[in-house]
């Protein structure tokens, strides 16, 4: 990978990050440095709300008040923008806190594409809030290129979102083509990359404008906090707009949360390395099971955004698939109600293994299919798994 680095560079400054190393080694020190005031090899965590001005009236820390921005998170965005390849990064309270405010960050009138089938909270807050705010909202299939360009209007839209792999079917967005179509009608390009994270896909190197993650999954990895982020490729106007949003509205996390999400990232890539290589083995076993309908993993050659996804993501295809059922709803959720090792929760990303009867959650408008279970693979013996699924869809 491309990283900012001059390789072997000794650190005369401690306090700066470590230069020339893998992303992995960056990711495990959470830039390697080091308190300059304490020597601590973790970063305090800073509590206070406000900050003193100066004699002067200035404030030459740069900290104001903690609504808008809080020491503790400089090194969780500093991470985040090195193993993104960004130029800034931003935390939020939660993954729909930094959505929402990109959007929030656009004018009444834009309009904004975002796919058909997605994260449903964020679907539903484009198809309410948004809408009645004042942004003009279309819905297309965002695995479809010539859809995408039939949609965007050359002017009027403002921003392109897509999801990959999408939930709760995988789909796979091509970033490349599609950061071309969006730029090309003057729009900004925005992945929601929670499900590939930065060890499978870049998608600012692929064109993207902006990454959002919800931080709540991989990115913390141990199902203890809610926490979300947003990386820019660029520091411009519009990201300080984003900035605004933020420190306006006060969607930012308590300084442990930042802290926790600091130490959940020291191993994502473990974590993701070994849910990606259960995922596909998991995908493969199930894939010819006699009361499996469908097994939607992008991790399969017969899945539509298999050849993308083996193009755009490195390492693996992600934690994440889903089954469908054969039987219907009550086939679907009977399975569910017979595993012991995995977990009946929603959410995903966690150390430990997540089956959800998706439907259930996302209610009666929801263009999931009814007998879809969704499986967050965690990082357990993936033989373990496989044992309590295949016993589970025994009956
Ligand atoms: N994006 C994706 C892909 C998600 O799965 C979720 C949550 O499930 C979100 C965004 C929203 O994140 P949060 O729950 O942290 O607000």
Known sequence: MDFDCEAGMPKDDESEPLRGVSPETLAAQALGRID????????PIHVSTTYQRDADNGYSSGNIYSRADNPTYDQPEALLTALEGGADALVFSSGMAAAT??????????HVIAPKVMYWSLRKWLGGMATRWGLDVDLVDMSDMDALANAVRRGETKLVWAETPANPLWTITDIEAAAEIANGAGARLAVDSTVATPVLTRPLSLGADIVMHSATKYLNGHSDVIAGALVAARDDDF???VRAVRAEVGGVPGPF????LLRGM??????????????????????GHKAAAEVLYPGLAGH???????RQMQGGFGGMLSIRVKGGVDAAIGTAARVRIWKRATSLGGVESFIEHRASIEGTDSPVPGNLLRLSVGIEDPD????????????
Do not use: N
């Open 36 to 43: 300059p005031e304490t020597r601590a090899v973790v970063p």
């Open 101 to 110: 405010a990109l959007f929030q960050a656009l004018e009444p009138g834009d």
């Open 239 to 241: 990201w300080q707009r």
């Open 257 to 260: 949360e930042a802290a926790q």
């Open 266 to 287: 020291r191993t994502l890539y473990l974590r993701v390395e070994r849910s990606c290589a259960s995922a596909q083995m998991i995908a493969e076993r199930l894939a």
């Open 304 to 310: 539509p955004g298999h050849d993308i996804a083996k």
């Open 384 to 395: 373990d798994l496989i044992a309590d699924l295949e016993q589970a869809l025994a009956g």
